[in-house]
């Protein structure tokens, strides 16, 4: 049996990781939705050789419709066209909601590109998460899992997640938003009735990714994140109906913690 997921901010901060590893196994489905073009390029070598995993983007058309989340029922509906439902949906606004570790995750050519995304809204950024759970709750409906992961990295547990943007982010509306939409995200689908009925689980994993100097030393990328994002796939196959609602703190050097 297929497993359908769907990774919102796919090209940074774990994101990528995540897809990568997602796709490897055949026996997923993988949608990854990035910000543009030039976000999806670090996708493009897997898309090439991996035909479970399909890769959506933002137009400058979409962005000009306005922040009502239009562009993303679109694709979902286009999804809903080669998938019966979906199963998991993650949110990863990582590089958003998290500090240092969060963004230099990203290779120096694609770092600024992607922090000017923030500022424009990107499909990862908090501002989205919400947009992309509503659009995608449908296809959720007609999953077999119903799980909706919304990934941040740094204090994510107490939501004092302000302190931990990117400097250039500080004080931004992005960096004001970012609280009160992780609780939407979280809070919010995990109490709905509807969705309580339906076995929905809703949580908010807190990823301690690692300061910058570890992310610097070359065997950062193929030794400790392969190691973190199993964790983080362990954690989410592990989910169960009264987790919902909770933050789900997971680190590279310590096992899973449920705050």
Same mark, same amino acid.
């Given at each position: 049996?297929?497993?359908?997921?769907?990774?919102?901010?796919?090209?940074?901060?774990?994101?990528?990781?995540?897809?990568?590893?997602?796709?490897?196994?055949?026996?997923?489905?993988?949608?990854?939705?990035?910000?543009?073009?030039?976000?999806?390029?670090?996708?493009? /070598?897997?898309?090439?050789?991996?035909? =479970? +995993?399909?890769?959506?983007?933002?137009?400058?058309?979409?962005?000009?419709?306005? &922040?009502?989340?239009?562009?993303?029922?679109?694709?979902?509906?286009? @999804?809903?066209?080669?998938?019966?439902?979906?199963?998991?949906?993650? =949110?990863?606004?990582?590089?958003?909601?998290?500090?240092?570790?969060?963004?230099?995750?990203?290779?120096?050519?694609?770092?600024?590109? #992607?922090?000017?995304?923030?500022?424009?809204?990107?499909?990862?950024?908090?501002?989205?998460?919400?947009?992309?759970?509503?659009?995608?709750?449908?296809?959720?409906?007609?999953?077999?899992?119903?799980?909706?992961? /919304? @990934?941040?990295?740094? #204090?994510?547990?107490?939501?004092?997640?302000?302190?931990?943007?990117?400097?250039?982010?500080?004080?931004?509306?992005?960096?004001?938003?970012?609280?009160?939409? +992780?609780? +939407?995200?979280?809070?919010?689908?995990? /109490?709905?009735?509807?969705?309580?009925?339906?076995? &929905?689980?809703?949580?908010?994993?807190?990823?301690?990714?690692?300061?910058?100097?570890?992310? #610097?030393?070359?065997?950062?990328?193929? =030794?400790?994140?392969?190691? &973190?994002?199993?964790?983080?796939? /362990?954690?989410?196959?592990?989910?169960?109906?009264?987790?919902?609602?909770?933050?789900?703190?997971?680190?590279?050097?310590?096992?899973? @913690?449920?705050?």
């Amino acid at each position: 049996m297929v497993t359908v997921y769907v990774v919102s901010g796919a090209s940074y901060g774990i994101g990528l990781e995540l897809t990568r590893r997602l796709s490897s196994d055949t026996k997923n489905l993988v949608f990854a939705l990035v910000t543009s073009v030039t976000a999806a390029e670090p996708l493009s /070598t897997l898309t090439q050789s991996r035909e =479970n +995993l399909r890769v959506y983007f933002e137009t400058e058309g979409d962005r000009q419709r306005g &922040f009502e989340g239009f562009h993303f029922k679109m694709i979902a509906r286009d @999804i809903g066209k080669s998938a019966e439902g979906v199963d998991v949906l993650i =949110n990863n606004i990582s590089c958003a909601a998290g500090g240092a570790g969060g963004c230099d995750i990203l290779s120096s050519e694609y770092r600024h590109t #992607q922090i000017d995304d923030s500022h424009r809204l990107p499909s990862g950024c908090a501002f989205d998460a919400d947009n992309v759970t509503r659009a995608f709750i449908p296809l959720l409906h007609r999953g077999l899992l119903k799980k909706v992961v /919304t @990934i941040a990295s740094g #204090q994510a547990h107490d939501l004092q997640l302000n302190s931990a943007l990117p400097s250039n982010l500080e004080g931004s509306v992005p960096s004001n938003a970012t609280k009160p939409t +992780l609780r +939407l995200t979280g809070a919010r689908y995990s /109490t709905l009735s509807e969705l309580v009925r339906e076995g &929905f689980i809703c949580v908010t994993m807190d990823c301690d990714i690692g300061g910058v100097s570890e992310i #610097q030393n070359g065997s950062y990328r193929d =030794n400790v994140l392969p190691y &973190f994002v199993e964790n983080v796939l /362990t954690a989410i196959a592990h989910l169960k109906p009264e987790d919902s609602g909770r933050c789900i703190r997971v680190e590279h050097e310590r096992d899973l @913690i449920t705050l």
